[in-house]
Each structure stands twice: as structure tokens, then as C-alpha cells.
């Protein structure tokens, strides 16, 4: 069974920091890599970071590459997301997600992920 729990969202000032975590359990060594979505409100879910299970490489999206930094830890199972210089816009509920289907191309394509966390939030506000 499949199983992704997400934690260390809060409040935090703009220009500040968070780290979050993913802990997986019972995924296959099929599975491609760990995704990381945001949704605010009002907004559709869109595709954050992603890292890859089979060799490491990573990917952001425009909106937070030079703050966000995705790492793994495989002795844990974990995935985090370290998110510094945080803006009001990073406002979200954020989510990791994995499945079988996910590339480079599609990583920020929310269909691909079967397998979803139930979600942590993230505000940045002063």
C-alpha cells in the first residue's frame, strides 16, 4: 500500500525559510520520482519540483528555482523540499505525489501522479 505523508508547513515571513518533508512507504522500484505540488485558493494545482528515483536529477519550476532545493534521503525514505526566500505568492497547500508514468517532460503534469499525500500548508505572510 502506498502511503506519502507530508509535514513542515506553517507560518513563516516573507524571506523566510520552511523545509518540508515527504515520507514514502510501499512504493516499487518502478515508481520514477517524487513530486512536489502547490494549490492556492482559487488557483489550479501546479507542479513545483520533482526528483528522479533513478538517478538523482532534479527539476523546478521558473517561479522557484534559486530558492526551492528538493533532496532525498533514500535511507529514510524521505523526500524534502528546502524552501528559503519565501514570497506571499508561495502561499499553498503543498503536496508530493509519485506514480509510475513521470519524466522530464511530464513531471509537472498532475494526472501522471496516482499517489498523492493528504497535503501540508505553507503561509507567508508578515
Known amino acids: 500500500q502506498v502511503q506519502l505523508v507530508e509535514s513542515g508547513g506553517g507560518l513563516v515571513q516573507p524571506g523566510g525559510s520552511l523545509r518540508l518533508s515527504c515520507a514514502f512507504s510501499?512504493?516499487?522500484?518502478?515508481?520514477?520520482?517524487i513530486g512536489w505540488f502547490r494549490q492556492a485558493p482559487g488557483k489550479e494545482r501546479e507542479g513545483v519540483s520533482y526528483?528522479?528515483?533513478?538517478?538523482?536529477?532534479?527539476i523546478y519550476a521558473d517561479s522557484v528555482k534559486g530558492r526551492f532545493t528538493i533532496s532525498r534521503d533514500n535511507a529514510k525514505n524521505t523526500v524534502y523540499l528546502q524552501m528559503n526566500s519565501l514570497k506571499p505568492e508561495d502561499t499553498a497547500v503543498y503536496y508530493c505525489?509519485?506514480?509510475?508514468?513521470?519524466?522530464?517532460?511530464?513531471?509537472?503534469?498532475?494526472?501522471?501522479?496516482?499517489?498523492w499525500g493528504q497535503g501540508t500548508q505553507v503561509t507567508v505572510s508578515s
Open positions: 505525489a509519485t506514480g509510475l508514468l513521470v519524466d522530464r517532460r511530464t513531471w509537472d503534469d498532475s494526472g501522471r501522479y496516482p499517489y
Open positions: 526528483i528522479s528515483r533513478r538517478d538523482g536529477s532534479t
Open positions: 510501499g512504493l516499487s522500484l518502478s515508481y520514477s520520482g
